[in-house]
């Protein structure tokens, strides 16, 4: 009688010494792809104001920084592609 608890125990013991051992999917080491959207999730996370946002994802990202400036008339320019309004009529 005494037995069949101690093979059970056994048993049980090695199962879980077998999962312990099974190599999980954490230890793969990040694809490029992986990493860079791991940096843009923390990225993400910092609480940055948005020029240094911008600044650190095309850095990320690979691009070249946009700037986004005042026109002459000391408003924003809503064109992203230039600074400037081309002022006709």
Known sequence: M????AILLLLLL????G????PSPELRPYT??????LALEALNRRG???????RKK?????QPQ???GFDEQGEISAD???NRRSNQG
């Open 2 to 5: 005494k037995r069949s608890p």
């Open 14 to 17: 090695s199962v879980l010494a």
């Open 19 to 22: 999962c312990a051992s099974h």
């Open 32 to 37: 490029a792809e992986e990493t860079k959207e």
């Open 48 to 54: 940055l104001s948005f020029d240094e946002y911008q």
């Open 58 to 62: 095309a850095e990320l990202m690979g």
């Open 66 to 68: 946009q700037v986004y």
């Open 80 to 82: 992203r592609g230039s």
